[in-house]
C-alpha cells in the first residue's frame, strides 16, 4: 500500500466505495472485500429496466465518462436512466495494487481478467442495486472489453451493447503494443521489481510510457491536420509534455500494470472453447460495434471482424483524426456522433 | 571502433569501400576521408546516362536492395542499367561510429544529415564514376529520404524519382516514433552513453528497440491475417523472437542511433527556408510517390500531401498489409508491383 493523492475523492470523485465480498479470480487466487468504486447518476425506476452499466478503461476513471459521455439531454441522460458507473479492478479507485495492504499489495497483487471485473460488477448490480436487467452496457477501450464480456456471460440480462474502440479479443497486435508500455516501466531501474516507494520514483518509466501513449494513442492525421495545436498546445513537445506526460505521470505503476496485463488476455472467446464465433454468437443484446476512425491498435478492420459474428449486429464506427483518443472527447465533432448511435440504439426495441 | 562481423563482406558483400575525401557536415564539424560502402550492377553505357542510384534505409544494406529490387527481367535491370548502390553513412558499412577511430568514433560520431549523405553520393558519382545524369533515383524509407533530398537539391541531374514508403520533410509523429527507439536502445544501462564495449552489451535495449519495431513496422491487418505465420513462424512470440529481435540483434546500437537522428531531421524544406512546398517545387524529375497502403509512420495522407506539392508527380502506392516492412519484400504481391510502376516510370520519356 502506498499513498497516492491522485485518486482522491477530489480528482475523481464523487464516488461511493461498495464492497462486494471476496472476489475469486480466474487466474486462481482471491481478492479479499473487493471494493468497486462507483458513481451513479439518475434514479432506478420502478419496473428497474432503466439501468445502463458504464465501464472504465486503461488509465480512466468514472469521472472521465461522467465528464465526456453523460448529461441531460444526451442520449446517456441522467434523467431517463440510472446510470452506474463502475471503475475496473486495478484502476486506482476500486480495490488495487497501490491501496492493497500486505502480502497482495503492489506487485504482490494477483492478475486480474477482465471476466472478473464483470462478476465484480454483476455482483454489486444484483446484489447492492437489485438490478437484474441492463437497458445498455457502454464503455471504451478496455470498457468495451467488459462490454462484450457482459453480454456474453449474461446475455439475457444485457438488452444493448455498445462497444467503443475495443476488440473481444485483444489481437497479436494490440499484444504486442501492451508489452511496450509494461517494458517501458518494468525496465525503469526505480521501480524496483514494483517496490518502489511512491509512484514518482519511477517517474522515468511512467515518461517513457507517456510518449508510446502519443505515437499510438492518436494518429499521424491528428498530428499532421495540427490537432495537438488546436487543443491549445504550442508545439508538439509542448504536447507531448503539458498533455501525456502530465497525465500519466501521478498515476501508480503498479495499477497500470495490472490493467495492462488484464488488457492484453481480455477473449470472450474461452466462454467458448476458445472459439470467438461461438462465443460472440451466444450475444442477444442489440450491439452497435463503434470502433474510431483512425485508432492504430483497435482499428476498423479487426472491429469489423468481430461485428460480423455477433447476431444482429450494426457496425457504427465514428470518425475522428483523434484515433483511439477520440475517445477522449476533444474532438469536437466526437460526442454528437456518439449520442447519435447512442440514442438510435436506446431507442431499438428488445422486447 | 569496435569489432562487429555483422557489417562483414560475408554478410552484406561484395561491396567496395570508395574514399569521398573530407566531408564537411551541414550540422558542423568534418567526417576526414569519408567512405562510402559501394556496389555496382550492370555497365555505363557510352552516353553515360543509364545510371540509377539507390540508397539505403535504416538498418538495412546495399544487400537487401541487390536481393529484393533489382535482377535481369525487372525494372531496375542490371543488363540495362548501371546500378549504384550507395549505403548510408552510419549504416555500419560506409563510415560509421562503429568503425571510426579515435575521438569521432562510437558516441563521438558528429551529427549526420541526409543532405550530407547526398552530397557525399554526388561526389561519388560525379568524381569516382563520371556520372552526370541519373536515370533514375529510387529507394525506400530512408531511402526515400535521399531520394527526395537529390531530386530537390540537384533537380537537373536526377531525371527521375521514385521514393518509396518514406516522406521529404519528417512529420511529427514519425519524429516522437523514432525518439521511442532512441530511447528503448538510450535508457539501457549497458548502453553507457555510447561507450559500450561490444554491441553485445546492449543486447536488452536492442531487444526492445526490436519488439517497438514489430508494433509500427508491420500493421494490425498483417497480424489479423497472419502473415507472420504465412512466412514459416510458429506464432507471434516466435516471429518476435526469430525474425525481429534476431534481425537488430548484430547492429551496432550507436550506428543505429547515427541514422534515427537522421530519420528524424530529414527536411528538404530547408533548401526553400522552411518552405516544403517551394522546395518540392523546384523539382524537375519525373516523380512516382509510392507510399505503401498499411504504413503505420510513413502512411498514404502523409505521402499524398507532399505528392500534391511536386509538379507532374503521381500518386502510386503500393497495396500491402505488411505495411512499412512491406519494403522486406515477403509480400508475394510486392516485387510485382513495385516493378509496374518503376518499368512505367523509366519508359517515361523526360527529354
Request: proline letters at 5%.
Amino acid at each position: 500500500m502506498i499513498e497516492n493523492n491522485y485518486y482522491s475523492q477530489d480528482i475523481h470523485g464523487p464516488y461511493e466505495r461498495i464492497g462486494i465480498g471476496d472476489l475469486e479470480l480466474e487466474e486462481g487466487g482471491t481478492i479479499p472485500d473487493c471494493t468497486l468504486a462507483v458513481a451513479t447518476h439518475g434514479t432506478l425506476n420502478a419496473a428497474r429496466d432503466n439501468a445502463i452499466l458504464i465501464p472504465t478503461w486503461y488509465s480512466g476513471s468514472s469521472r472521465i465518462m461522467e465528464q465526456v459521455y453523460i448529461g441531460p439531454g444526451r442520449a446517456l441522460d441522467p434523467e431517463r436512466y440510472f446510470i452506474v458507473l463502475a471503475n475496473q479492478i486495478g484502476g486506482g479507485l476500486s480495490t488495487s495494487p497501490h491501496n492493497t495492504d500486505g502480502a497482495l499489495g503492489m506487485a504482490g497483487f494477483p492478475k486480474v481478467r477482465i471476466g472478473d471485473d464483470v462478476r465484480a460488477q454483476h455482483r454489486l448490480l444484483t446484489a447492492h442495486f437489485g438490478i437484474d436487467t441492463l437497458a445498455l452496457v457502454v464503455g471504451g477501450s478496455m470498457g468495451a472489453q467488459q462490454t462484450y464480456e457482459w453480454a456474453v456471460r449474461y446475455p439475457d440480462m444485457v438488452k444493448r451493447a455498445a462497444p467503443i474502440a475495443g476488440t473481444a479479443r485483444n489481437t497479436e497486435h494490440d499484444f504486442l503494443f501492451a508489452d511496450t508500455l509494461i517494458e517501458a516501466i518494468t525496465t525503469d531501474p526505480d521501480f524496483r521489481s514494483g517496490r518502489y516507494l511512491q509512484s514518482s520514483d519511477v517517474s522515468d518509466g511512467l515518461r517513457r510510457h507517456a510518449r508510446l501513449w502519443t505515437v499510438m494513442g492518436w494518429s499521424p492525421d491528428f498530428f499532421r491536420t495540427g490537432r495537438h495545436l488546436a487543443m491549445g498546445f504550442e508545439s508538439v513537445q509542448d504536447f507531448v509534455e503539458r498533455f501525456m506526460v502530465a497525465y500519466f505521470a501521478p498515476m501508480d505503476p503498479n495499477d497500470l500494470l495490472c490493467m495492462a496485463w488484464k488488457w492484453q488476455h481480455a477473449d470472450v472467446g474461452r466462454h467458448a472453447g476458445g472459439d470467438l464465433k461461438a462465443a460472440l454468437g451466444r450475444i442477444r443484446a442489440k450491439t452497435f460495434v463503434m470502433p474510431i476512425s483512425h485508432d492504430m491498435f483497435f482499428p476498423l478492420a479487426d472491429c469489423r471482424a468481430e461485428q460480423a459474428m455477433i447476431p444482429g449486429s450494426e457496425f457504427r464506427p465514428i470518425d475522428s483524426v483523434d484515433g483511439h483518443f477520440g475517445l477522449f472527447g476533444y474532438d469536437p465533432d466526437y460526442a454528437a456522433q456518439i449520442d447519435a448511435h447512442l440514442s438510435e440504439l436506446l431507442a431499438f426495441d428488445v422486447t
